[in-house]
């Protein structure tokens, strides 16, 4: 988040202490990606919105609904259709076609919207795929 804010003030011609964005803010905001309520991605995108506006960071992300999918049951039931709806590319990564597990990633990830969390999605992806 820092290297976004200091890019902002530099595209902005402000200096750090004349941030719209105030600490307390940031902090909010680096909270919301570090406890995985949100992901690094969508705090990007929180960060410009919220640089912009000088909304909170959790009222944007409860306003757009981009709260992260951490629930593992929840994320099962998505990585299970996904493989199933790709038999295909499930047997050819099977068989060692690695670079097909960024396939699945996405594919669950298109379903959620972005909203899944990548790790646990990649841990379920693998206990689903048998690697």
Do not use: C
């Amino acid at each position: 988040m820092l290297t976004e804010l200091l890019g902002a003030l530099n595209a902005d011609g402000k200096t750090i202490t004349a941030s719209p964005m105030v600490p307390a803010t940031l902090s909010e905001l680096i909270r919301l990606v570090e406890d995985g309520t949100i992901s690094g991605k969508i705090g990007k995108e929180i960060f410009e919105e919220s640089y912009k506006t000088g909304e909170a960071p959790g009222r944007i992300v409860e306003r757009r609904g981009v709260r992260q999918i951490s629930d593992e049951a929840a994320l099962w039931e998505i990585v299970d259709k996904v493989v199933t709806a790709n038999p295909r590319q499930a047997e050819e990564y099977a068989k060692g076609k690695d670079g097909l597990f960024g396939f699945f990633v996405g594919q669950v990830m298109k379903q959620t919207q972005g909203r899944a969390n990548p790790v646990i999605t990649s841990d379920l992806l693998h206990k689903r795929l048998g690697r």
